[in-house]
């Protein structure tokens, strides 16, 4: 349990030290991939996501999720990427190479929709090469470049800001 608490604290260190750098990744490309980090303890559709793909102009091949869960069971196998506590290891080593993976993908946009505070979710958050980072208020908003203020169980007035702010910033490509 101790270390358990160690790797904790080793863990947000990292977080600290990543998010204390600046970055300028935002750029005035469109969209065309997104990631989405999701905590499958807090929501487990993520049919949501494909309706949100559709609605910003992104083809489907170029939509990747990967879903979190505290406590890892046996439901969560029809994801395609499902990681747990265990995938990390001290100072947020990343133990699964699928995961890792998605975290070098350069992403257009990575949309981190969670709400809870773990710390594995805002280290991948952190960790992520994604050019514009998309998040739900109650996080730490040094993650996120877009932060909407709603809950998760609202998705279509999430998916409504989002889709109104891309087009405020130009970010959405015309079909």
Known sequence: MILKGFKQKSIKKRINKLLSVEHENVNNDTIESIGVILNIDEIDDFEWFNGLATHLNVHLNK??????????????????????????????????????????TRFDA??????????????????????????????????????????????????????KYLTILNKIKNE
């Open 63 to 104: 939509l990747k999720i990967i879903a979190f869960s505290a406590n890892k069971k046996e439901t969560l196998k029809s994801w395609d990427v499902c990681f747990d506590p265990k995938d990390f290891g001290w100072f947020g080593a990343i133990k699964n190479s699928e995961l890792q993976a998605f975290l070098d």
């Open 110 to 163: 990575l949309i981190s929709y969670y709400e809870a505070d773990v710390t594995e979710l805002k280290l991948l958050t952190a960790l992520s090469k994604a050019k514009f980072k998309i998040g739900i208020s109650g996080c730490d908003e040094r993650l996120n470049d877009l932060i909407i203020h709603t809950n998760l169980k609202e998705f279509n007035v999430f998916k409504a800001e989002v889709f």
